[in-house]
């Protein structure tokens, strides 16, 4: 968490952004608490207390990452942990969003994930995955 937490302070913007998803039951107070302790202050908070998007999304384990394309179509997904502010990681990303690079990884999907297109085009990547979030756990 705390490398996706400098990943964010490294390319957050409006045609980036890291958006953590906690499956914890405990609510928002154990999250706070976890951000705390590991030094997590780039990241907000989204939570799915339901396990909803691990079905949903077919996940095998967490931490699981996605990454998105700007039409909610998933490119990649790497299960388990990974230095993603790594100068190798960041620069991968800085190439992807500029369109060098088109396939990330084996695996990816090739149809829009649910929710993610019917957002309007002018809230930005984070206004559109915001709105995948909140169609996929129904709010």
Not at 62 to 71: A, I, N
Not at 92 to 102: A, D, I, K
């Amino acid at each position: 968490m705390p490398a996706l937490d400098r990943l964010q302070a490294l390319l957050g913007g409006p045609d980036f952004e890291v958006v953590a998803l906690s499956i914890d039951r405990n609510g928002v107070d154990a999250v706070r608490k976890f951000y705390a302790e590991v030094g997590v202050r780039n990241l907000a908070i989204h939570l799915d207390p339901s396990g909803r998007s691990i079905r949903e999304l077919s996940t095998v384990g967490v931490p699981t990452t996605l990454l998105l394309d700007r039409e909610g179509r998933e490119l990649g997904r790497i299960a388990g942990p990974a230095e993603w502010d790594s100068t190798e990681s960041a620069g991968f990303l800085q190439r992807v969003m500029s369109g060098q690079h088109s396939v990330v990884a084996s695996g990816g999907r090739d149809d829009e994930i649910e929710g993610a297109k019917t957002a309007h085009d002018s809230q930005g990547v984070l206004g559109r995955g915001l709105h995948w979030l909140r169609a996929l756990l129904g709010r």
